[in-house]
């Protein structure tokens, strides 16, 4: 199978920093792209950055000035640093990867982390 596993959500004070990790494991052939959604309360699942194995990055406008994704595709494992935090980032953060598995590797699938929470207060 196929796991992502998410660390380092958590609480901080408006214009903070926050550095979260997530690493694919498992039965992977290949990853094509990973990236970051979030979800705040009461409002849709939206993207915050995507970055593929060949360094490529898109960003949502709201945060491109402010985050940074990046990755380490020997690990399959992709980071997201997070500065000058505002109450308005306040969200679940999803991790997501699209890749293919060793079993069927000419598929190609869609797997997300558990979501791990970012709680910013002014």
């Known amino acids: 199978q196929v796991q992502l596993v998410e660390s380092g959500g958590g609480s901080v004070q408006a214009g903070g920093s926050l550095r979260l990790s997530c690493a694919a494991s498992g039965n992977i052939f290949s990853i094509y792209t990973m990236g970051w959604y979030r979800q705040a309360p009461g409002k849709q699942r939206e993207l915050v950055a995507t970055?593929?194995?060949?360094?490529?990055?898109t960003y949502a406008d709201s945060v491109k000035d402010r985050f940074t994704i990046s990755s380490d595709n020997a690990k399959n494992t992709v980071y997201l640093e997070m500065n000058g935090l505002k109450p308005e980032d306040t969200a679940v953060y999803y991790c997501?990867?699209?890749?293919?598995?060793?079993?069927?590797?000419?598929?190609?699938?869609?797997?997300w982390g558990q979501g791990t929470q970012v709680i910013v207060s002014s």
């Open positions: 997501n990867a699209r890749l293919n598995t060793r079993s069927v590797p000419y598929k190609i699938g869609d797997y």
């Open positions: 970055i593929t194995s060949a360094g490529s990055t």
